[in-house]
């Protein structure tokens, strides 16, 4: 049986850290040997970025020396909190040598927890995989008869993983997180102001409120695919080039069809 105290712990960390777009439910020791809660419900919200949870976990003062992939001597000096042992790679989720979970690094992106190059289209079709081989190591149910420090590390851990998935699978989420990882600000809030996107959304719209049956809006819904699907395309070129402003125009396109399809989905 699943410890009840761990289970509220954990669920507490997750609506700090990921509420409101994402929902998880942690609920039966059945869900954790299926593997079900490997996959997480996702509700974006309706907002230029959708995924709000990528500078969180910011709760506890985080031992030892933080370090990137390019640091080695730092990474050579992070030691484990329980054992003393040396980290032997980035990311140092998990002590090799007494398998303990170790505190959030919030040095470590979400790229390197997955072993990918910072590229936006470095994404594997693995991704989910390598996502559930984390969660086997890292879930809390897993430490419940450990001390309370490393069943808060779990949760920690546990949840930065789950939101370092979802950003990573999703494109537009990606895109933004990238950015950000670059020093190039998103806004959040922007209203639309270019006069042929703003005709085209307004457009799309009236198609969607107008369409006869299902089969209408499943046609337009995938329009709306290739679309997000071109700018997305349009964005990994930019950022190859270090082009930003050109990455930031299609983030806004990429955001208006992804609500699009959302609201579609709402009405089938």
């Known amino acids: 049986m699943l410890n009840k105290h761990l289970l509220t712990s954990l669920s507490s960390v997750l609506r700090r850290t990921l509420t409101p777009t994402s929902h998880f439910s942690f609920n039966s020791t059945r869900w954790f040997q299926s593997g079900t809660f490997f996959s997480p419900n996702v509700k974006t919200h309706h907002r230029l970025f959708p995924c709000s ?3 969180f976990l910011e709760i506890h003062n985080i031992r030892g ?22 980290a032997e ?3 140092f989720l998990l002590c090799s040598s007494c398998r303990c979970i170790q505190p959030v690094d919030q040095s470590v992106d979400y790229f390197q927890i997955f072993g990918l190059e910072r590229k936006y289209d470095s994404v ?13 190591k890292l879930h809390p149910d897993l430490v419940h008869t450990k001390s309370k420090e490393e069943r808060e590390y779990a949760a920690e851990q ?13 494109p537009l989420a990606r895109a933004i997180y990238i950015l950000k990882l670059e020093g190039v600000d998103v806004d959040e809030e922007e209203t639309l102001s270019e006069s042929e996107l703003l005709t085209e959304i307004l457009e799309i719209r009236e198609a969607v409120e107008e369409a006869a049956d299902a089969q209408a809006l499943v046609q337009i819904q995938s329009q709306m695919q290739e679309k997000m699907k071109h700018w997305s395309n349009s964005f990994a070129n930019a950022f190859r080039s270090r082009n930003f402003d050109e990455a ?19 009405k089938l």
């Open 89 to 91: 790679a980035v990311p």
């Open 124 to 136: 594997v079709d693995n991704l989910e995989g390598q996502y559930k081989e984390w969660q086997k």
């Open 53 to 55: 949870g990528l500078d």
């Open 65 to 86: 020396k933080c370090f990137t992939s390019s640091q080695s001597a730092e990474k050579a000096s992070t030691k484990c909190w329980n054992c003393g042992a040396a």
């Open 248 to 266: 930031l125009k299609a983030i806004r396109r990429m955001t208006y069809y992804q609500r699009v399809k959302e609201t579609i989905v709402k």
């Open 158 to 170: 546990s949840a930065r993983v789950i939101d370092a998935y979802l950003t990573l699978s999703k």
